[in-house]
């Protein structure tokens, strides 16, 4: 069982910068691939950046690239989301990831086993 913690979600005018964090616990022996997704009101969750179990590939939706910047402190076991340049568009919850069973399809989230609670992001116009 992994277990993960969102945070550093909050209000933000746009242009602004935010930065999430992510911290697991549990079966945090071994390293595995982290995701970020996001779920603005009445749409569907979606795919915004991930990284590989060792930090050495990183994705993201194109809506994103530029913008967003995702990494992880392993000693920490923490993942985290730069966000700069932020707009109304991002609003939403962010969702934390973990896919430990690979190899993962990092846009799909049911690559992911385990699931945070979820951050609240808001951006004002």
């Known amino acids: 069982q992994v277990q993960l913690v969102e945070s550093g979600g909050g209000l933000v005018q746009a242009g602004g910068s935010l930065r999430l964090s992510c911290v697991a616990s549990?079966?945090?022996?071994?390293?595995?691939?982290m995701g970020w997704f996001r779920q603005a009101p009445g749409k569907e969750r979606e795919f915004v950046a991930a990284?590989?179990?060792?930090?050495?590939?990183?994705y993201y939706s194109d809506s994103v690239k530029c913008r967003f910047t995702i990494s992880r402190a392993d000693a920490k076991n923490t993942a985290y989301l730069q966000m700069n340049g932020l707009n109304p568009e991002d609003t939403g919850v962010y969702y934390c990831?973990?896919?430990?069973?690979?190899?993962?399809?990092?846009?799909?989230?049911?690559?992911?086993?385990?699931w945070g609670q979820g951050t609240q992001v808001t951006v004002s116009s």
């Open positions: 990284i590989t179990w060792n930090g050495d590939s990183t």
């Open positions: 990831g973990a896919a430990v069973f690979g190899p993962p399809i990092f846009v799909e989230s049911r690559s992911y086993e385990y």
């Open positions: 549990g079966r945090t022996g071994g390293r595995f691939g």
